[in-house]
């Protein structure tokens, strides 16, 4: 085969793959719409629970990189242990630790029912700082509500919607002091 003869195959080949669906650049999902974040000071929740992260220069797929990687070091499941250890070389958390017994019985049963679910959601959260801070990101104080839309039970959508905000323009609210 000569020269010109491969430099021909070539160029179909390139007009080819040009001209292919798959080369042309896909269609990003329709993004749903965040909620308002322009909370009045009387609807703010607790500043120690309810916050959006923000930094100035940063771009949405850092920030959403950000919280990925910061996301793999909350509890999910069971609590583990201190130290809730992760390898930095894994993508994610290890499996969940398993169930233990409760020495307490039911009346222990019951009192850790009752303080289950703030516990959690503080452990959580006090991960996700520690995370974050470090990386510039810089908390802003939002509503309940506003932050129940925020952090659904599906993770992937809750770091999409935090990404776009950490990455918008700066919030409205009250900045939080760490």
């Not at 990003?28 to 009387?42: F, G, N, R």
């Not at 969940?96 to 516990?119: E, K």
């Not at 520690?130 to 932050?147: K, N, Q």
Request: proline share 13%; net charge positive; aromatic share 8%.
């Amino acid at each position: 085969m000569t020269v010109a003869a491969s430099t021909g195959w070539l160029a179909v080949l390139a007009s080819a793959s040009a001209q292919s669906p798959a080369s042309a650049p896909a269609p990003t999902p329709q993004q749903t719409p965040l909620p308002a974040l322009d909370v009045p000071d009387k609807d703010l929740g607790d500043a120690r629970k309810y916050v959006v992260f923000h930094k100035p220069s940063v771009t949405q797929e850092q920030a959403e990189a950000d919280l990925r990687f910061c996301w793999r070091f909350l509890a999910r499941g069971a609590q583990r242990t201190a130290p809730g250890f992760v390898p930095w070389s894994r993508a994610d958390a290890p499996r969940p630790a398993p169930q233990t017994v409760n020495p307490y019985g039911l009346v222990g049963d019951v009192m850790l029912a009752m303080i289950s679910g703030p516990l959690d959601r503080s452990v959580r959260q006090s991960r996700l700082y520690r995370c974050m801070l470090p990386r510039g990101y810089v908390r802003y104080r939002t509503s309940e509500a506003v932050w129940k839309q925020l952090n659904p039970d599906d993770p992937v959508q809750s770091i999409r919607a935090q990404a776009r905000i950490a990455a918008g323009p700066t919030p409205p609210t009250p900045r939080v002091m760490p």
